[in-house]
């Protein structure tokens, strides 16, 4: 096992950088084969892995009683038979999804005899730093051997045992089907993390999954890019054209299917004109949810005309909403609403406040929903369809090894395309520059081929 | 004119970041139109600009006589009539080229009536800082606008009067094509850059053209991303099945046709095999170029067992290269050449002290140049052509922004599908993601739309 003995982390680091450079010219049906010789080895081994995996849960058990730990915790971080099998299927459809590299995204000829290309390549040395879900490592794993990067792998501690005996499984899985040896590598202390993050002549890219912080902190620590995923401020507005019932159906579904994703909504805006009509029955229904609901000034204004008539929701449970509410990720089942005087108020709001992760819009005018689209600068928008939507899983990637909110590559969920780099080939027969420049300079060509 | 009075960055930066949404709403034609408007203002103000420009020249040139300045830096500051001619056309090109923004590049049904695309978008607000070419700033301009993206510029000072005549005449030309006036902002002192490292609320990128130690130092002084470019430590591998004249002219031109370019040769790796046959010659030639070579100790063995034999090169002049010689990027006419034992060793050399940029391999051997190819992480990697060919004008990308060595997007040649981001965009009818969770889970149909 490529351990983290010593804390060596650059040497753990720089051996992974060679591995990378065979690991690239490593065939399809190796990495294939490896692929399958993993989900093999981890099903053979399911019963000593969920025994590991016990083991981190007894530990993890005292620690939740004591109140260290949240019960949430101890609910993901089980791994037992059925999870396994969920996981190693999901190895399998990685194995069999098309090769990702050296594929051709350009093919131009320059002049005749030079030609160029633009061909799909691993990105090197990938770390991910992912937290304490026992799942989690072998899909890394797989993502990253499909992409032929060398991956540095620290999961989260309470997780221990069971990463650890994965991490072996796995690795010598792949090695017998003839990967390098340290092309995958385990750190394990916070120690080891410290290191990594000045291993910038080795590592080319840092992935951290997890809280806000530890985002950022990595992020100031290093000079290594950091694909800083999961700052999750997303919207849904309701258009002045939209199907309200449909509107309170998909804010419900956003807020309520899983209130800690990245991908919740946080704040709903809404157009005025409708702003009456849909308040009282998406207040009710979603209080009935148990979601607390803070409103703006004229949200208030529309529900406290409404408490006179009929009406299923209770006032008294608003509370009033500030600027600091639209900056905010609950990350719970708290929900803040804000009325819009017109859909260029939503996107400028939405520009303003959003973390570029994803927004929904609620309307029946495509035409207005186009123009939403082009003006609002998140990696995910979307029509008529929950912010929840926002998953590798569900793009059809595979798996995923995150959310991007950068604005450069790689964007939204990040699968398999997101771990690719590309390069550029140049085939010529001894070309030169001085013969296009000058007087008598040739002439380029430019033509794509086909 | 939108200036930098008062250093009021942050305020530039802000109204930038709204221009770029109303930016990203505008048409082609709209686009198209403010590009051609602006070649012509530039073609009708030749005379003005160009006597702005004699006295920037006559300024510089006064520096140049104290030795403040280099007199190469004189000679690239020119801007007369013919250069703005040939920037003109190189923006008329530019508007010809075909929209870059709404290209779908993934379209998918995810399920009945749920599709999912991914969309070509811009960055939205860039930052380019550019040395003292007067042309810069017009290039650079007219790919943010292709592009549909707010653009901040800072060019070199020497330029200053016209640079901000330059900007003057294209602002008021796009702006009366109806592109947003505060979609270019004009920055001008070293305060104001300062100040722009901060503004990563509004500004998406930065791109600082220039010296290692300007890209770095802002690297490290901002959270915004950097695409730092140029810092080109690039190789020529002879391989053993290379035709060695091939090789030979192929060298000359990647070290002499413009030694100060990033995309010049730094240091040349021959196979063991083919050594003592192309040596003597190779080492003639470029002494006849008035290059200095340095080389490794198996390089000088060889050549001292010639030096008995007839021969055109200098022995007295070598110098014996040491391991610093292949981390410096020379920059001018030296060279360092070593032997190696294999592709193998080639490989690991350029992966350890290259800096990413482009390299060129000399062989008959296609299968081999394949196996380079695929190992050698680098953005740009030839077979037997010029490493000065790494250039967007001659990749066919219209102007170029930089080369960008960062292993993600952009790489390479930075033109305008460099200054490019994406979107997805899903249309739904109401769809739920809790439809597809649980026992009774709705299955995705993930089919790829034609």
Redesign the interface.
């Known amino acids: 096992m490529q351990g983290a003995a010593e804390s060596n982390v650059l040497a753990l680091a720089e051996a992974s950088?060679?591995a990378?450079?065979?690991l690239?010219?490593s065939s399809t049906q190796l990495r294939q084969r490896a692929l399958l010789a993993i989900a093999e080895a981890l099903e053979l081994n399911a019963e000593k892995i969920a025994a590991a995996n016990e083991i981190d849960l007894a530990n993890c058990k005292k620690r939740v009683e004591n109140g260290e730990l949240k019960d949430s915790l101890f609910q993901r971080l089980k791994f037992d038979r059925a999870k396994i099998l969920s996981t190693t299927q999901g190895i399998r459809q990685i194995a069999a999804m098309p090769e990702p590299l050296?594929v051709s995204t350009l093919a131009?000829q320059?002049d005749e005899d030079?030609e160029?290309y633009k061909?799909s390549?691993?990105?090197?040395v990938v770390a991910v730093i992912f937290e304490a879900r026992p799942e989690a490592m072998p899909q890394i794993l797989a993502l990253c051997l499909k992409t032929a990067n060398a991956v540095l792998l620290k999961g989260g501690s309470e997780a221990e045992r069971t990463n650890r005996l994965l991490f072996e499984i796995m690795q010598s899985a792949a090695s017998a089907a003839g990967v390098p040896q340290a092309a995958f590598a385990l750190l394990e202390t916070r120690a080891d993390v410290k290191q990594l993050l000045n291993a910038d002549a080795f590592v080319?890219?840092i992935i951290p999954r997890g809280s806000n912080e530890l985002v950022r902190s990595i992020?100031?620590n290093t000079?290594i890019?950091v694909l800083g995923h999961a700052a999750g401020i997303c919207h849904v507005y309701v258009d002045k054209t939209a199907?309200l019932k449909?509107a309170e159906?998909?804010i419900l579904?956003s807020k309520c299917?899983?209130p800690s994703a990245c991908n919740a909504v946080e704040t709903v805006l809404i157009h005025k004109d409708v702003l009456e009509r849909i308040l009282p029955a998406l207040c009710a229904a979603l209080q009935k949810r148990a979601v607390e609901l803070r409103v703006d000034e004229c949200c208030l204004q529309s529900l406290e005309k409404i408490t006179n008539a009929e009406h299923d929701f209770d006032f008294d449970l608003l509370k009033a909403a500030n600027e600091n509410d639209w900056k905010e990720e609950y990350g719970e089942l708290i929900l803040s609403l804000k009325a819009v005087s017109s859909m260029q108020e939503a996107?400028?709001h939405i520009?303003k406040f959003g973390s570029g992760h994803t927004e929904a819009m609620i309307a029946q005018d495509r035409t207005r929903f186009e123009?939403f689209?082009?003006?609002?600068?998140?990696?995910?928008?979307?029509?008529?369809?929950?912010t929840?939507?926002?998953d590798g899983y569900?793009?059809?990637f595979g798996a995923e090894l995150g959310i991007s909110t950068?604005?450069?590559?790689?964007?939204?969920?990040v699968g398999i395309e997101g771990l690719l780099?590309?390069?550029?080939?140049?085939?010529?027969?001894?070309?030169?520059?001085?013969d296009?420049?000058g007087t008598n300079a040739k002439v380029?060509l430019?033509k794509d081929l086909s």
Chains 1, 2 share one sequence.
């Open positions: 950088k060679l990378s450079a065979e690239a010219l050296g131009r320059l030079l160029l061909i390549s691993s990105i090197g080319d890219l992020q100031e000079r890019p199907d449909m159906e998909v579904d299917q899983y996107i400028e520009n123009r689209f082009r003006a609002v600068n998140s990696a995910g928008i979307y029509l008529n369809a929950s929840r939507f926002a569900r793009y059809g950068s604005k450069m590559h790689p964007r939204g969920p780099s590309y390069k550029y080939k140049i085939l010529g027969k001894g070309h030169l520059v001085a296009y420049s380029f430019h």
